[in-house]
């Protein structure tokens, strides 16, 4: 066999567990979709149909799209400050962003169960400072669900946004500078835009992962706040509505999947995501 005859059998033990791991069981899930109670599309026409199914598709999508911008505003302001620092301080910054992707996210999302709780350590606050008369309802709720995905997903944000600005030349800046250019006019018309890399690649790569959350939604919206992954579980474990669920979950890989191509059609993912020249 040739040389150049010869690469596909190094891909093939990869080909072969990602069919038997990922491929295989994505197809069984779409099957089930299309048989469960019945073959038909009876499970696909709920999405027209169906109040409960919609309002968790739209839940889901509203939850996502405000963790995916607040996640932005905090990533882009720490990315932006660990960027100038320096080196030294540097370390610390960007530890202090590392340490929180070390902590169990069922540690984070019952430590703010403990702080945002109607007897926990805000609302006591707040009524200590006089500032609210009766405790507020912060959990249990979107904005609890809010909360606890922003807090996970603000590290995912700043990794990418911190790679893209680390790449740009600071005597830009100083040139810019140099040229009269105050600092907003720096930031705004040269510093912002050459950073626009990594602030798409950050909005993609967290309203994807903000799509199939579970556990934070799970215990912050206390099963009144329904996401789509809570709701496929309950369908699944709950209800044994297998078409129902496996249904929703073929549509959350169809919007991830969307995601991915439009953004594609708009910018060259491989440069976003540094995998490209």
Not at 16 to 31: D, N, R
Not at 73 to 79: I, R
Not at 122 to 130: Q, R, S
Not at 198 to 213: D, M, P, R, T
Request: some cysteine; overall charge positive; proline content about 4%.
């Amino acid at each position: 066999m040739g040389r150049q005859g010869g690469w596909w059998l190094l891909i093939l033990p990869a080909f072969l567990l990602m069919t038997a791991f990922y491929v295989a069981p994505i197809v069984q899930v779409l099957a089930i979709s299309f048989t469960e109670p019945e073959p038909g599309l009876q499970n696909y026409e709920r999405l027209f149909t169906s109040e409960s199914v919609q309002r968790v598709i739209a839940t889901t999508l509203r939850i996502c799209v405000i963790t995916t911008v607040l996640a932005l505003a905090l990533g882009y302001v720490l990315a932006y400050r660990i960027a100038l620092a320096e080196e030294r301080a540097r370390r610390w910054w960007f530890m202090a962003v590392l340490v929180p992707l070390w902590i169990s996210v069922l540690v984070r999302a019952f430590a703010w169960v403990t702080l945002l709780r109607r007897q926990g350590l805000v609302n006591e606050g707040l009524l200590a400072a006089g500032v609210i008369e009766e405790p507020l309802q912060l959990v249990w709720n979107e904005f609890g669900i809010v909360v606890g995905m922003v807090h996970y997903m603000v590290p995912y944000a700043v990794l990418p946004m911190l790679a893209s600005m680390r790449e740009i030349d600071p005597r830009l800046l100083a040139a810019a500078r140099g040229l009269g250019a105050s600092r907003l006019t720096v930031f705004a018309r040269v510093f912002l835009p050459l950073s626009r890399p990594g602030l798409i690649a950050a909005a993609v790569l967290v309203f994807i992962f903000s799509l199939g959350f579970y556990i934070t939604p799970a215990i912050l919206g206390g099963g009144k706040t329904l996401m789509v992954a809570e709701w496929i579980a309950l369908q699944i474990h709950n209800l044994v509505r297998w078409g129902l669920g496996t249904m929703m979950a073929t549509m959350l890989v169809v919007a991830i999947l969307l995601t991915l191509v439009v953004f594609s059609r708009v910018l060259d993912l491989r440069r976003v995501f540094g995998s490209g020249a």
